[in-house]
């Protein structure tokens, strides 16, 4: 049942083409109501999936938005699932605490559910919203200012072998979204690029580079092929000693280590700069094991994708598992109760079954702890040790903990 009045609860429903402004602009101002640039604005109308994004309406106000991207992301193993990217969620502050997003989030998942896609996704702006619906972080993103004036690269034989070119961002577009595109299936949380989302990486309004330079772009070949690219900006800096600019980073992909060492190398090396500024790259990338000095990159953690398993049975077949796991979970799912119960995983590396049982349970949990371990950077022994996982056959935690592991840590390449 919902929380809402009567009144708001005939208020929910899809979203019109026609409203989006009004739709949009409830979102800007739940997020604090400065406005976006024109460009911003283009982009994200042309992006939103009208038929998937829901709205409150209170007599005639729009209150509350929520919605969802069709995505296909990528999951242990390399399959591309199904996925939904949930986007855009706010609520008037004149209407919180009246159960506004509660409904919407109760809709909208049961709406993924008939759309047949096992998984949903989001990145939280506050992570303490969207545990109660059965969301879990599952994958972590590396921050870092590197001190580049201090800090030296060692790189990998082969290195040299790259070449480097600038280009106009737009003019490479095609070779950059080639690059992405055969990374996608080797690293489990990336997503498979949509059309029209291969615009989100130019996007440059002036009001976003803080006073740095527009967006610039290097672009790595090796034997004549393109093989990685990087996106980044310039802010200019002078101090009493000389120059001190950043460079600050956006984008950077390679197809081999030698690739991403170059443009690594390139970026430390960028005249009248002293600092390299990293936001949202993968916790396990190379550049950490090649740098002189760790502590004066100052790395961080954060939070990045939170996933829910809206199918627990088909979620857990479409990955694959490091080693043989034949274990019974006793799920526990409140907000999407055909999914709580007891299912059977059995699966390796070459696939998975996910079945309903009656057979006894090895392991009992929430669907948020199955949708934090999804991915394989957050271990469910860990889960275990916070008290979030309760073991009810000996050895059970252990066997279920490595087989979900990934080589590969997850990541995130951009938001939605």
Request: proline share 5%; with cysteine.
């Amino acid at each position: 049942m919902s929380d809402l009045g009567d009144d708001l609860v005939t208020g929910l429903r899809v979203l019109r083409r026609d409203e989006w402004s009004e739709w949009y602009g409830t979102l800007v101002r739940a997020f604090s109501g400065v406005p976006e640039s024109a460009e911003e604005l283009e982009l994200y109308e042309a992006l939103t999936e009208v038929d998937r994004s829901l709205g409150v309406w209170d007599a005639g106000e729009c209150v509350g938005t929520t919605g969802s991207f069709g995505f296909g992301m990528t999951v242990p193993g390399g399959a591309e699932v199904p996925t939904a990217g949930v986007t855009m969620v706010g609520v008037a502050a004149t209407h919180r605490r009246r159960g506004v997003l509660t409904s919407m989030m109760r809709r909208q998942l049961d709406d993924v559910r008939s759309w047949g896609e096992p998984l949903a996704v989001l990145t939280a702006s506050e992570p303490a919203i969207y545990g109660r619906f059965g969301y879990g972080v599952a994958s972590f993103q590396l921050n870092a200012e590197i001190d580049t004036s201090r800090v030296r690269l060692s790189v990998p034989d082969g290195t040299d072998d790259v070449r480097l070119r600038y280009a106009a961002p737009a003019d490479v577009l095609d070779a950059c979204e080639a690059v992405y595109e055969r990374l996608v299936p080797g690293r489990p949380g990336m997503l498979a690029r949509r059309p029209g989302w291969e615009r989100l990486g130019l996007l440059d309004p002036e009001s976003g580079r803080d006073g740095a330079s527009p967006l610039q772009c290097v672009v790595a070949r090796r034997d004549g092929a393109v093989t990685g690219y990087a996106r980044f900006r310039v802010r200019p800096g002078w101090g009493p000693a000389g120059p001190e600019g950043a460079v600050v980073l956006s984008e950077l992909a390679g197809l081999d280590a030698a690739t991403e060492a170059a443009l690594w190398r390139f970026l430390f090396d960028i005249d009248l700069t002293t600092t390299l500024t990293v936001r949202g790259r993968p916790v396990d990338e190379a550049w950490q094991h090649q740098v002189s000095d760790i502590r004066r990159c100052r790395p961080t953690l954060r939070d990045s994708l939170h996933v829910r398993l809206v199918d627990v049975g088909a979620a857990l077949a479409a990955r694959t598992y490091q080693v043989p796991v034949d274990v019974v979970f006793e799920v526990e799912d409140d907000f999407c109760p055909w999914n709580a119960g007891r299912w059977r995983l059995s699966g390796d590396a070459k696939g998975a079954s996910c079945e309903r049982t009656s057979d006894a349970a090895d392991l009992a949990l929430s669907v948020r702890e199955l949708g934090a371990a999804y991915l394989g950077g957050v271990s469910l022994a860990s889960l275990g040790a916070a008290g979030r996982v309760r073991e009810v056959r000996p050895g059970a935690l252990a066997e279920a903990s490595v087989g979900f592991g990934s080589d590969v840590a997850p990541w995130l390449p951009h938001g939605f």
